[in-house]
């Protein structure tokens, strides 16, 4: 059987496989309700696994396609892959927002409701419940440790899977029959064999050697997983990340006048010219390049925010060190002025937000018009023009709509989610990433 080495992945959207997908499953919520290629999902899913590693949604769409074709044994797969997925790497997959995260879960949950009641289960399929039942009980606890499984419902499905289990035991036990239980994969060998098992890669082995005992795979049969070496190297690694901290803390203590240090400044045309004639300068070739390359690792990792972030210490710092000055007040109040001065206005958060409510309104009204049909339009086209639009802007939600969900999560709950400060600043960088093309672009034809 052909094996399929998985890793964690990052963003999908770059990939045109991924906007396949999501097209294949808007089709579930488009007015006209046309088939979905279920096995068009399975293997999308699975290219994507192979190019670019698994993250959440493509794995919620790839377990509703596989239990769509294969049933109960499709899954398994999709359950002990989101097992293994969430229990190791929850703080790293995509999406990195919370609340779309547990979105794709309660999504995840309601399909599967749907297609398990269109199963007819047997005997046969009982050690196949057992397994199912238990991979989404490790998940529901890893959820419960984040006070998440209540917003996921997936719950409900490990409910369904318990109540299953209760079901075919009793009908057994009123059947008189004997207790020899007929492995659930037996009934799908043939779909089985055709289809590669999925490696997923718990951590990065360090070498050749550890490959083998850092891997959770899907199973074709009811092995035990060994899973506690990844959580060991987990651990591992967590330990080198912390002393790696505390390292750098020490160092930033030990330079506590770094802030008051200027800035570097970039060589003029005439220092470039006295260096270049310089007798030892291809002795310092290497260690100019090192030094320059290490620099542009730093620039790489600094926040698009780290110019203001800089300039609110330097106004801290000196309302540390002078206190009772006035000129550092003045400082601060006239850097937080100059802030807001310039900062998007708050009506402009709005705009999108509106615009959907906007859509969503006109959508509801539309939804009564399905028998009237008018003169050069109907109200069926009409939705799918708008079906249309809402999906692209659901698509890339602009900047405004980031922050308008930062300013609604910490109103209500009084915090804001690291993770949509992360997808914020991700959404940032390529702003300012496109603009700065468009400006060499701009300067280039002046």
């Not at 999709?78 to 229990?87: I, K, Q, S, V």
């Not at 959580?231 to 505390?246: K, Y």
Request: glycine share 6%; hydrophobic share 40%.
């Amino acid at each position: 059987m052909e094996k399929i080495r998985i890793t964690t992945g990052g963003d999908p959207r770059a990939f045109t496989e991924f906007g396949q997908l999501r097209d294949e499953i808007s089709k579930l919520t488009h007015p006209a309700r046309p088939d979905v290629d279920w096995h068009q999902v399975e293997q999308l899913s699975l290219t994507l696994f192979r190019h670019n590693g698994v993250e959440l949604q493509t794995l919620a769409w790839y377990t509703v396609g596989r239990t769509r074709n294969t049933g109960l044994m499709g899954l398994a797969e999709g359950a002990e892959l989101m097992e293994a997925l969430l229990t190791h790497h929850w703080s790293a997959i995509w999406p990195q927002q919370t609340h779309v995260r547990v979105e794709i879960l309660a999504w995840l949950s309601a399909r599967l409701q749907q297609e398990l009641r269109t199963l007819t289960l047997s005997y046969a399929d009982l050690s196949m419940v057992y397994r199912v039942e238990q991979s989404l009980k490790h998940v529901c606890e890893v959820l419960q440790r984040l006070e998440l499984k209540a917003l996921s419902k997936l719950e409900a499905v490990v409910t369904w899977m318990h109540n299953a289990a209760l079901r075919l035991e009793k009908a057994e036990a009123d059947s008189g029959a004997g207790a020899v239980m007929i492995p659930a994969s037996g009934a799908t060998i043939n779909v089985e064999t055709s289809l590669p098992q999925l490696v997923f890669v718990v951590n990065e082995p360090v070498s050749p050697e550890q490959s083998s005992a850092t891997v959770f795979a899907t199973q074709t049969g009811h092995g035990t997983r060994r899973m506690w070496l990844g959580f060991a190297i987990g651990a591992m690694v967590t330990a080198c990340v912390t002393t790696g901290a505390f390292l750098g803390i020490m160092h930033m203590r030990a330079d506590g006048y770094e802030l008051v240090k200027p800035l570097p400044q970039m060589l003029s045309p005439e220092q470039l010219s006295t260096l270049r004639q310089s007798s030892d300068l291809k002795e310092q070739k290497q260690e100019i390049i090192a030094a320059t390359q290490g620099q542009l690792d730093v620039l790489h990792d600094l926040s698009p925010l780290w110019s203001r972030e800089y300039a609110a210490s330097l106004a801290q710092q000196l309302a540390t060190l002078w206190p009772e000055e006035s000129l550092t007040t003045e400082f601060s109040s006239g850097l937080q002025k100059q802030l807001i001065t310039e900062a998007l206005p708050e009506s402009a958060l709005q705009n999108w937000h509106h615009a959907q409510q906007g859509l969503e309104a006109l959508t509801t009204q539309l939804n009564a018009l399905d028998e009237r049909k008018g003169k050069y339009l109907t109200g069926s086209e009409l939705k799918s023009a708008i079906f249309t639009i809402r999906r692209q802007l659901d698509q890339t939600p602009p900047t405004e709509e980031l922050l308008r969900q930062i300013d609604e999560e910490l109103s209500q709950q009084g915090s804001v989610s690291p993770a949509l400060y992360q997808q914020l600043d991700m959404r940032l960088n390529q702003l300012l990433n496109r603009y700065a093309l468009l400006k060499q672009s701009a300067m280039g034809r002046e």
